[in-house]
């Protein structure tokens, strides 16, 4: 055979000794071909390096193989925080064994999103993965409208999605605070996420529970989830409340933030002011003190929402389209 020339498929099946369509039935998986024939058909393949045209094949099966991941933050966000390392780990692990491609997408401005929603139901993609929503996305009701399986990750906001993966952000949060208590801690506040994500809300939630028994005062700043954040939100929590002895932050970057400004202000910790964040990052276990915080299982999150996506894509019916996995507390040196 000329070297110049890519092998096709009548080659193949010349080489097999079947016809045209019997090759095509094997590469597309289908179930009606004889198991003689089907070896005949790969061990050709085999020896001739042939290689679907994936243009034609999409045609006959109407599937790209292509997953999305829309991810709602900036490149910046993503690339620094542990949250989404973690998560997109365990979305390409799950993928890995199904053949799917994954693409990253990062979508922050409406003119972003209504890009990507005229990309993603173009039939480029069998399906799409989102997390980090804000508010009452529009774009998940889209997809789903015009039949595009989707799986979101994270409760949102406003919006009640077919299938979503969530880790228990309202109890992650209330068995912190709850731990602080017990370590007779008086004055605890919290440096919450945003209001307009589920998770921001549920864990903002999960602190007021457990002070809602003691009577004491609620002390709340808010952040973004960002270590500058945590920052500009610890000067004003110290500004306004001097006597604060413990603070749960809702994520471990806005934790060790706080950590830097109590350092700055000379506060020892745990002894004057004990701190928990929310993800049991590699940072948070590497920092000084060590960080006590909330593990969520952000890779098995990953897989989960990928499992879930991949069953919706072939058609089957889920018997729990909506999962919701456990946290625990990971005590270290900071509380």
Same mark, same amino acid.
Do not use: W
């Given at each position: 055979?000329?070297?110049?020339?890519?092998?096709?498929?009548?080659?193949?099946?010349?080489?097999?000794?079947?016809?045209?369509?019997?090759?095509? #039935?094997?590469?597309?998986?289908?179930?009606?071909?004889?198991?003689?024939?089907?070896?005949?058909?790969?061990? &050709?393949?085999?020896?001739?390096?042939?290689?679907?045209?994936? @243009?034609? /094949? &999409?045609?006959?099966?109407? /599937?790209?193989?292509?997953?999305?991941?829309?991810?709602?933050?900036?490149?910046?966000?993503?690339?620094?925080?542990?949250?989404?390392?973690?998560?997109?780990?365990?979305?390409?692990?799950?993928?890995?064994?199904?053949?799917?491609? +994954?693409?990253?997408?990062?979508?922050?401005? !409406?003119?972003?999103?209504?890009?990507?929603?005229?990309?993603?139901?173009?039939?480029?993609?069998?399906?799409?993965?989102?997390?980090?929503?804000?508010?009452?996305?529009?774009?998940?009701?889209?997809?789903?409208?015009?039949?595009? !399986?989707?799986?979101?990750?994270?409760?949102?906001?406003?919006?009640?999605?077919?299938?979503?993966?969530?880790?228990?952000?309202? @109890?992650?949060?209330?068995? &912190?605070?709850?731990?602080?208590?017990?370590?007779?801690?008086?004055?605890? @506040?919290?440096?919450?996420? !945003?209001?307009?994500?589920?998770?921001?809300?549920? /864990?903002?939630?999960?602190? #007021?529970?457990?002070? +809602?028994?003691?009577?004491?005062?609620?002390?709340?700043?808010?952040?973004?989830?960002?270590?500058?954040?945590?920052?500009?939100?610890?000067?004003?929590?110290?500004?306004?409340?001097?006597?604060?002895?413990?603070?749960?932050?809702?994520?471990?970057?806005?934790?060790?933030?706080?950590?830097?400004?109590? /350092?700055?202000?000379?506060?020892?910790?745990?002894?004057?002011? $004990?701190?928990?964040?929310?993800?049991?990052?590699?940072?948070?276990?590497?920092?000084?003190?060590? +960080?006590?915080?909330?593990?969520?299982?952000?890779? @098995?999150?990953?897989?989960?929402? $990928?499992?879930?996506?991949?069953?919706?894509?072939?058609?089957?019916?889920?018997?729990?389209?909506?999962?919701?996995?456990?946290?625990?507390?990971?005590?270290?040196?900071?509380?």
């Amino acid at each position: 055979m000329n070297g110049d020339r890519r092998p096709t498929l009548e080659a193949v099946a010349a080489l097999a000794g079947v016809g045209r369509g019997t090759v095509s #039935r094997v590469i597309n998986g289908s179930p009606k071909v004889s198991e003689k024939a089907r070896g005949a058909v790969q061990q &050709a393949i085999q020896e001739l390096g042939y290689v679907p045209n994936r @243009a034609a /094949r &999409a045609l006959v099966t109407r /599937r790209t193989d292509t997953v999305a991941l829309v991810v709602s933050e900036s490149e910046l966000r993503v690339f620094d925080e542990p949250y989404f390392a973690g998560t997109i780990r365990g979305i390409g692990s799950a993928l890995s064994e199904t053949g799917l491609q +994954l693409i990253l997408a990062m979508a922050q401005t !409406p003119q972003d999103h209504e890009r990507l929603e005229h990309y993603l139901t173009g039939q480029h993609v069998d399906g799409v993965l989102l997390i980090s929503l804000h508010g009452a996305d529009p774009l998940p009701g889209r997809l789903e409208a015009m039949g595009v !399986p989707t799986v979101i990750g994270g409760r949102p906001v406003g919006l009640t999605p077919y299938s979503y993966v969530d880790v228990d952000n309202r @109890a992650g949060a209330r068995q &912190a605070v709850k731990y602080l208590l017990g370590k007779g801690r008086r004055r605890i @506040a919290t440096i919450a996420g !945003p209001q307009d994500m589920g998770v921001g809300v549920d /864990r903002l939630a999960g602190y #007021r529970d457990a002070l +809602l028994a003691t009577g004491m005062t609620e002390i709340v700043a808010y952040g973004d989830f960002s270590e500058e954040s945590g920052i500009v939100a610890m000067r004003g929590l110290l500004a306004g409340n001097p006597d604060v002895d413990a603070v749960f932050t809702a994520s471990d970057p806005m934790a060790l933030g706080a950590i830097r400004v109590l /350092r700055e202000e000379g506060k020892k910790i745990p002894e004057d002011v $004990a701190v928990i964040g929310f993800d049991d990052s590699p940072a948070g276990s590497h920092s000084s003190p060590a +960080l006590t915080t909330v593990h969520q299982p952000t890779e @098995a999150m990953g897989r989960q929402m $990928a499992h879930l996506l991949v069953a919706r894509i072939n058609g089957e019916h889920l018997e729990q389209p909506v999962v919701i996995l456990d946290t625990h507390l990971v005590e270290r040196a900071s509380a």
